[in-house]
């Protein structure tokens, strides 16, 4: 990637490590896959863990959806 700016690279990449993506394996609906949480009881798919390949198929389990998830673990709603 190459990324033309007059700003010094400090400035622009200062918290650019302290982002990191919170990523789930979990089970929807039968289906195994990673998620990475957002907001608001949203999450979006990262990837699908399974082997039936009719899950690959279906529009809404496609890498980059975003779902409606709500965290059943204590940790999350604490």
């Not at 919170?22 to 998620?35: A, P, W």
């Not at 863990?49 to 999350?76: A, E, F, M, Q």
């Amino acid at each position: 990637m190459i990324f033309y700016t007059a700003v010094n690279p400090e400035d622009v990449f200062r918290d650019w490590d302290k982002q990191k993506p919170e990523y789930r394996d979990v089970k929807i609906n039968g289906v195994d896959m990673q998620i990475e949480t957002l907001p608001e009881g949203k999450a979006k798919i990262v990837r699908l863990y399974s082997c039936n390949p009719l899950d690959y198929l279906d529009s809404s389990l496609h890498p980059g959806t975003v779902i409606s998830y709500i965290s059943l673990d204590r940790k999350d709603r604490e």
